[in-house]
């Protein structure tokens, strides 16, 4: 294995193909685009995959239910989309990064002689809310907090999708809730 100036590491395979991924503290980060990552996979992607697994089924299960309760085919379209919907917002959240925070070239002793806080793992600047996360080994920017179910932390790059999953899934219990007493008689 051969690592270049991006600390992307560089895996050989059969012929000349070659496949590219790179590790942040304990995030696996795939794919890359204008020289960016496409996908973090972070540390507790043991517990990211059942949910995902759960949700799948919660959602064929409910759409099941709403389609043999109800006469009308608005009920279960609205029940399907929902179910889409939530799936897709929660991948979002899963892949997404977080605010990882890179400094190229941090010249430390010239923060540590301006009296400037500094992440010594991840040798970068400590900004307002920046914090070291110890599940994940790296700097967020705008951390919320660490969740083991989208096997990251929440900070600034996906907190927005975040708060889309929390309220799909809100809408998803209730919609199903108002489905299930408004059955066909």
């Known amino acids: 294995m051969k690592t270049d100036q991006n ?7 059969e012929g000349d193909k070659k496949d590219y991924y790179r590790r942040l503290g304990r995030f696996i980060t795939f794919g ?7 996908f973090y996979l ?12 759960a949700l799948i089924v919660a959602s064929i299960v409910s759409c099941y239910f709403c389609k043999q309760l109800q006469e009308s085919e608005w009920s279960f379209i609205g029940a399907v989309s929902i179910s889409i919907l939530e799936l ?7 892949f997404k990064d977080p605010g ?8 430390i002793e010239e923060l540590q002689h301006n009296s400037q806080s500094i992440c010594y793992q991840c040798k970068v600047h400590k900004k307002k809310g920046r914090y070291h996360c110890e599940f994940c080994d790296v ?4 951390h919320d907090h660490h969740c083991p179910w989208t096997s990251k932390c929440i900070g600034k790059g996906n907190i927005i999708p975040f708060y889309m999953f929390l309220i799909t899934t809100s ?10 007493f408004s059955q066909k008689k």
């Open 7 to 13: 600390n992307f590491v560089q895996l050989e395979q």
């Open 139 to 142: 700097c967020i920017d705008g």
């Open 32 to 38: 890359k685009w204008k020289g960016k990552p496409l």
């Open 171 to 180: 809408s998803f219990f209730i919609y199903h809730f108002l489905v299930s």
């Open 42 to 53: 972070g540390p507790d992607y043991k517990f990211f995959m059942p949910m995902y697994f």
């Open 88 to 94: 897709l917002i929660y991948a979002i959240t899963a």
């Open 100 to 107: 990882i925070v890179q400094d190229p070239e941090l010249d």
